[in-house]
């Protein structure tokens, strides 16, 4: 069942600022931070503005956070060779695995719509709160400060407070009968196997120079021609028969090069043959099972989250089928009763650019020259969930739809899914957080690997596609 409506954008109109949807952001998610730093610090006084703390008095004080990093590139002044973030042929911004823009240097602001204060994170033996350090976090965080401002105008830190997920808060589960999810075309009554979603991610279908091979391999496990014998050796997994339903979050169409210049008319029909074999590899599957498209940053949509669906002209063929589903991303919909909500990678990336893991200051590994390392992208992805925001960095580094009425990527009470996921990964890791499957789909053009998430106990597996 379709919940991405909130996602999908009608009436686009840009004149407006980005003041609006920080507003929207502080107002939906300061009740989720002032009970939890209330609770943890009853002697404190709550300030409901920033503008009217008092110095010397410990005080509560809910705000958005502002990270300034003297590292940071900005885009609008051009790239660099020693910048933090490189642009692929896809156009596309990905950070480098062993640098980020993050340092110790690094200082955060608290402000609301009154002003703004800076934060002085002091080292306690005492820990109390989320125990967040400056490293951690990112510009457009809310937060709950519990501090005292000092002489200079400045709160010294006790403790900070996110919206933060406890156990129970995904709800209970629709009572949905999911035994007959399995696909019509399989008719296996013996079969006791529980149905699962196959999250997928960078197909990059029609790449140059891409293999086809793995490709074809994962088609024909959906559809269960491929199970028992050397083949559930090969793949590590028996029958793709129990499939239920694809995930594709992002990638799916190869990216093309160009060399400078205006383009002919064979350039043109190159930039199109990707989406072409993306079409005819679709139809391969939506005659065998539901299949959800996410785009990500390679595909032909723009750039801006929420990100629309990839127009249905653009796949004739596959596109005669109902089981094809052309979703936005973020994607959000319940399958089999169970909430589902992610993105196609985009929000982590951005994430890992301005943070840094705490074994930055201790690495002595000489192959990134001293500098701070990033967070993982599991470290990210759980992130997302405490902070209860699937694009936090939005709008500030990463491209964002200016909303005036609300910001979509709250995750709200009613909002916290069972699985969350994030595709275009390095590689699979999966973690439960709350009663929350977190998991990092991993790009299939270099790891040749999906992820089966068991619809029943929210188990995975990953299934492999490779020859030797």
Known sequence: TPTWQKFKLTGKQYAQQYSHIYSKRLLAQGPMCLPRASKAFPQATAVPRIIELKESV???VVGTLVKESSNRVEVQGGLSEDAAIVLDNSDALKVKAFKTMSDDKDKCVLEDD??????KF???EDKF????????????????IVGVVDELGEMEVEAIFVGGIEQGDTGDRVKEEIEGMTKATVEDETSQQPPVVMLA???QVGKSGGDMLPLQLLVDYISGSLCGGDAASLLGSGSGANVARVLIAGGATGSTSFTSGDLDEMDVKKAAEPIKVLDEYLSQICCNVEVDLMPGASDPVPLMLPQGSIHPCLLPKSGEW?????????????????????TSGQPLADMRRYTSSSQAVTMSDTSNDGAPVAITEMEALESTLNFRHLTPTGPDSLPTYPFQDQDPFVIGKNDVPHVLFAGGCEKFETKVVAGVRLVCVP????????VLVNLENFECEVVKFEVS
């Open 58 to 60: 410990r005080s509560i």
């Open 114 to 119: 009154s002003g703004r204060v800076a934060l």
């Open 122 to 124: 002091l080292e306690r």
């Open 129 to 144: 709160g989320d125990n967040y350090k400056v490293r951690d976090l990112v510009t457009g965080v809310v937060v709950a």
């Open 201 to 203: 991610s960078g197909l």
């Open 322 to 342: 109902q089981s094809l589903n052309c979703t936005p991303n973020p994607y959000s919909a319940r399958v089999g009763g169970a909430k589902f909500l992610g």
């Open 443 to 450: 790009d299939f053009d270099s790891t040749k690997e999906v």
